[in-house]
């Protein structure tokens, strides 16, 4: 049972601090980078940021897609087997529907997707989307880093046109997003993630920092102006970083970006290494004081350890990571299962009966996680 300081009680003591000042406490404006987003998004955006204040979205990357031993089970969830609840935020991945593919990158058909990211609007979750998308100089996966790629769409370059009728295939899947009530659904769209990497073809080692701006401000003004996607809320990701301003080199602006976030993975034992601790601080450390200075909220876009080999992982390592950081959300990796080409199980969020179980229900508890029937009540689109 989750318990909420009752609405009564947040008017009680903003009273208290008017009768004490004289007036409440400034509060800066977060406003969405679209100026013509649709009230739905407004909404959501502002809804985000004012949830940070009490605690973040847990969300899992194809939760309603397949899990360990299952695949499209209608209704089923890793999440929900352990929990009885879903997750309050959902992942998904375009890879693919730029060769219009049935299925993403992931095998996950794009119809069943469409289907649902209505569900999970249609119930009061969120949904994000990446976008692994192919390496348009080669033809080759996103992992393919050929010198030159990324320079080869922007305006005038080789491979601009092939990478328009690619905007236009993603963009006619977001356009037709829509939840029972008719309108357009917003998502949290992350493009280039983990651009401060080196594993994909639009990562920093192979763009200039004024390349990687020109091409995302084109990226957003081409779906926002052309396309009309007024629906997307737009979230800056990076791998790791060290500083403020290596966090900031490739940033491109502030009419382009609404959310700032950053992936970071646990590798080694937490039991005796507190590195991804101490690290996930430092990252959110600098991150936050970005967000004060550009007025934007923040967020861990991905993160887990696969298999969760360490029982209390959720309490003891996830949670003091994100130690009293306001954040807006954090999404665990996907439950693929059993990988074939690495002989090897791949997960990140428990099922049942998985080793971390009842430390997760634990972690659901906490008042500062939102899952689905949290943030349900909520009307975060209202």
Sequence with gaps: MKFYIPNILWVSLLLWVVSCYGQLPEKKHHSLSDKNATPETENLYQNLILLQEKGFLFGHQ????YGVKWRYEEGRSDIKDVTGDYPALYGWDLGGIEHEKSNNIDGVPFKKMKNWIKEIYDRGGVSTISWHMDNPLTMRNSWDTTSGSLRSILPNGEKHQLYLSWLDEAAQFLGNLKGSDGKKIPILYRPFHELTGNWFWWCKNNASAQEFKEI???TIHYLRETKKLNNLIIVYN???FKSKEE???????DDVVDVLSFDKYQYTNPVTDSSFITEVQNQLKIMNEV????QKPMAIAETGYEQIPYENWWTKTLTE???NYKISFVLLWRNHGWQEQEKKMHYYAPYKGQLSEKDFIEFYNSPKTFFQKDITQENIYK
């Design 62 to 65: 194809d939760d309603l897609a």
């Design 216 to 218: 995302w401000t084109f």
């Design 238 to 240: 990076t791998a790791d």
């Design 247 to 253: 966090f900031l080199e490739y940033y491109p602006g």
């Design 291 to 294: 967000a004060v200075e550009h």
């Design 321 to 323: 990571a994100i130690g």
